[in-house]
């Protein structure tokens, strides 16, 4: 079955602070996600990534830095944490087409 | 530039009776559309797709109507019961070895069923 976990259901932040999400698929897909969702705006792609070390930046990367060490595991990074940065973040990944996404992260930053 | 649209933010459905999710793209480079349903603080799970070569795909009570020319498709689901209550993304997908898979979501519409 299908498996992509996130590090932190809901994580607290101040403004100012590093934050790291994780996210871990044992499907040994190539390509990894990284989305927020925000009311009324549905899904936007910050990063993504085809293979080990790849990254590209997606519609919204101002803000954040991705890390594709190995080939389950990808980070979102949030170098100083803003309160506009606020929202559900989703990880996803995918061999081609269907993306399976992991159950999201709800961070609020203060 | 919302290459994907659901114009509709909201639907609100009667128990037993027919929801229509309706959903717009600009970019005729796409050709693989997907739907995902969403609970609140869960992750998007996939729910049904449709490749370009098809007009229509049934699954169970789900079907997606896919209508190139107007670049329009639209899910149905017959008969809606008070757990479909959620939000409902569009998503599409294009051509190329350099798609890597990547995604187009639309806004979401949040449905609601009423027993």
């Known amino acids: 079955d299908v498996k992509v976990t996130q590090s932190s259901r809901y994580l607290v932040k101040r403004t100012g602070e590093k934050v790291f999400l994780e996210c871990v698929q044992d499907?040994?897909?190539?390509?990894m996600f990284w989305y927020r969702q925000d009311p009324g705006l549905g899904l936007r792609l910050i990063y993504f990534?085809?293979?080990?070390?790849?990254?590209e930046k997606g519609d919204i990367p101002e803000g954040y830095s991705v890390s594709r060490e190995k080939k389950e595991r990808f980070s979102l990074i949030l170098e100083s944490a803003s309160t506009n940065q606020t929202s559900m973040y989703l990880c996803?990944?995918?061999?081609?087409?269907?993306?399976?996404f992991g159950p999201g992260t709800r961070l609020t930053v203060l | 530039d919302q290459q994907v649209k659901q114009n509709s933010p909201s639907l609100s459905v009667q128990e037993g009776r027919i929801s229509i999710l309706n959903c717009d793209y600009t970019?005729?480079?796409?050709?693989?559309f997907l739907w995902y349903k969403k609970y609140p603080a869960e992750g998007p799970t996939f729910l049904i797709s449709?490749?370009?070569?098809?007009d229509k795909n049934e699954d169970g009570r789900f079907t997606v109507f896919l209508n190139k020319s107007a670049k329009h498709l639209s899910l149905h689901i017959v008969p809606s019961q008070p757990g479909d209550s959620a939000v409902y993304f569009c998503?599409?997908?294009?051509?190329?070895?350099?798609?890597?898979?990547?995604?187009?979501f639309g806004q979401g519409t949040i449905l609601t069923v009423h027993p």
């Open positions: 990534s085809y293979d080990v070390k790849m990254k």
């Open positions: 499907m040994d897909h190539e390509n």
């Open positions: 970019n005729s480079m796409f050709d693989y």
């Open positions: 449709i490749s370009s070569i098809k």
């Open positions: 996803a990944s995918t061999q081609s087409g269907t993306q399976y």
């Open positions: 998503a599409a997908s294009g051509a190329g070895g350099t798609s890597y898979g990547k995604l187009t």
